[in-house]
């Protein structure tokens, strides 16, 4: 009987194969950006045949699909994490604002991945599994957002406004590489704005 080849056996051996392939698509992201993000230095990176990918993604798209979904399990932990210890309604929008900003500037390549090129590239943008990830994201905003919308206003117009704040903010921080460090200098500045909200009655 002839060998099983070693690219089946390398595929099939590895104790979490998609995974092992999202952590090297992130590697490669942050490192060479969506440019030099392949299914090949995937599998190469995760220590698999070049086949592997097959059997877990849809091609590139459904590799980049799920890097963003995890980006956005991440960055929602990481809004969180940082208003874990706020004891006060406007502390924790603070603190959300403060975690949305320091995601973008600690994952710049995912950041742009998930928000911006994702509309360019070809992800897969009705993946159940993406939605629900970034809906979660967005709802950290938009609860720490709860306790400033007045009687017979739209949530949406606090949530908007905080958005538009934080996201455009840090936009300008990334584009702005030689002068980052003066953006986040200035954060506190910038959500010093937010003392304009009025909390709810």
């Given at each position: 009987m002839p060998a099983r080849p070693a690219s089946t056996k390398a595929t099939h051996s590895h104790p979490n194969l998609r995974e092992a392939l999202i952590d090297a698509g992130l590697t490669l992201l942050a490192s060479e950006g969506t440019a030099g993000l392949t299914l090949r230095k995937c599998a190469a990176l995760?220590?698999?045949?070049?086949?592997?990918?097959?059997?877990?993604?849809?091609?590139l798209p459904g590799l980049l699909t799920a890097i963003a979904t995890r980006g956005f399990r991440i960055f929602a932990q990481t809004m969180l994490d940082d208003a874990a210890t706020a004891d006060t309604p406007r502390a924790r929008l603070y603190?959300?604002?403060t975690g949305y900003y320091?995601?973008?500037?600690?994952?710049?390549?995912l950041f742009d991945l998930m928000f911006r090129q994702m509309c360019a590239e070809p992800v897969t943008?009705?993946?159940?599994?993406?939605?629900?990830?970034?809906?979660?994201?967005y709802g950290v905003l938009a609860q720490a957002c709860a306790p400033f919308v007045q009687?017979?206003?739209?949530?949406?117009?606090i949530q908007f406004q905080v958005w538009s704040l934080i996201h455009g903010y840090a936009c300008l921080a990334l584009a702005n590489k030689y002068a980052r460090e003066e953006f986040t200098k200035n954060l506190p500045a910038l959500l010093s704005l937010l003392d304009k909200l009025d909390l709810k009655a």
């Open positions: 995760a220590g698999v045949s070049h086949a592997a990918p097959a059997h877990h993604f849809a091609g603190a959300i604002c320091r995601f973008a500037f600690e994952h710049p390549a943008l009705d993946d159940a599994e993406l939605m629900q990830a970034s809906d979660a994201a009687d017979g206003q739209a949530a949406q117009t």
